[in-house]
């Protein structure tokens, strides 16, 4: 278990306790401190809680297959049921485990065998298992996941969970109840953000707040990671202090480049690009991805405009490949030459 109850262990405890205590929290992770207690606090994916809602109700808990791309909770939703079903002893009812273990099947095996055949005390449900990453085992691993599945269906349910379904074998999503995580909206990440940028106290501008919202792309993780390591080394967060710290190009720094490649001279160009590279940390990968967007927006004939993403994607193709950095800014120079040259 990842998690770490914050909340109930503090009320009981004596004042140097709570003390010690609150240092360990403050030392958690955002994405753990913050993590959805309950279905409730999950924004988003509503039609996907209230049907779990039902199935606790019921008592009745089908397999399930959560999936879809990261930070969305697929996590945080197995969590928050387990929460609802068991109560404050949720911990012993549920086993996490990593799908993906380079032990390999086996040791899962006997985990889930162990976990599976020890009596519970306490009620005389069922049992979870949750298994993260499941797309990344191989498909004769899954053959025997199948088959322990069938095993232990009497008292244990399981929550499979994976960001891409179709790595899945059809026998294992044939027996789950499947549920689609869909990227946060751009609102459901800020409205979440807000409550955290208040308990933490965040000083956030309000330009800063779109850098982030646009970086995070619907992946809340990766929002809360960034504005904790931000509020780490920034009194205060502007759009600038989100690009320093992700090593993401500041947008406005592209806007020079690319003003620099349609109007300057070969050497100029290949020199600032190499200083601002020096002096900012940014790759040329990275300027590339972003010169890529560009390319809608100049008032280039098509011809042009043609040239320069051939080429663009040709050049990032060769970096990723392991090319020399020098020698593809100059490409990239070149290219932009290249185009202009085709401009009438
Ligand atoms: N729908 C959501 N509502 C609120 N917070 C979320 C949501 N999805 C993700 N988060 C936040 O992002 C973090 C990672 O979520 P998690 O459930 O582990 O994502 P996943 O398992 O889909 O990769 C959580 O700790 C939580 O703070
Ligand atoms: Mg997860």
């Known amino acids: 278990m990842s998690g770490m109850d914050i909340d109930t262990p503090i009320k009981n405890k004596g004042k140097e306790k709570v003390f010690n205590l609150a240092a360990e929290i403050d030392n958690l992770p955002w994405v753990e401190k913050y993590r959805p207690k309950t279905l409730d606090d999950l924004v988003s994916q509503d039609n996907i809680t209230s049907t779990i809602e039902k199935f606790i109700e019921a008592k009745k808990l089908p397999h399930l297959l959560f999936y879809g791309p990261p930070g969305t909770g697929k996590t945080s939703t197995i ?70 599945i069938e095993k232990y269906t009497k008292n244990v349910r399981f929550c499979i969970i994976c960001n891409y379904v179709s790595r899945i074998l059809p026998a294992i999503q044939s027996r789950c109840t499947r549920f689609r995580f869909s990227p946060l909206e751009k609102e459901q990440i800020e409205d979440r953000l807000q409550v955290i940028i208040d308990a933490e106290h965040v000083n956030l501008t309000e330009d800063g707040k779109e850098a982030l919202l646009r970086l995070s792309k619907g992946d809340m993780r990766r929002a809360l990671n960034i504005l904790q390591a931000c509020h780490a080394s920034y009194d205060r967060i502007d759009e600038t202090a989100i690009y320093n710290c992700t090593g993401h190009p500041d947008p406005k720094v592209i806007d020079r480049i690319a003003r620099w490649l349609m109007t300057e001279e070969f050497t100029t160009v290949y020199t600032k690009i190499e200083e601002i ?68």
């Open 79 to 148: 969590l928050a049921s387990a929460r609802q079903l068991y109560g404050d002893k949720f911990k012993s009812m549920i086993l996490e485990l990593n799908a993906s273990d380079d032990r390999g099947i086996d040791v899962v095996r006997e985990q889930i065998k162990n976990f599976a055949s020890t009596r519970n005390i306490y009620s005389s449900g069922f049992k979870l298992i949750v298994l993260d990453e499941a797309d990344a085992m191989t498909n004769q691993a899954q053959a025997a996941l199948r088959r322990v």
């Open 277 to 344: 590279k020096r002096e900012s940390g940014i790759a040329l990968p990275d300027i590339i991805t972003d010169l890529h967007t560009y390319i809608g927006v100049i008032d280039y004939p098509a011809k042009s405009r043609i040239i320069l993403l051939k080429n663009l994607s040709l050049l990032e193709y060769r970096l990723g490949e392991g090319a020399n950095e020098q020698i593809q800014l100059g490409a990239l120079v070149g290219t932009f030459k290249l185009a202009q040259d085709n401009l009438a």
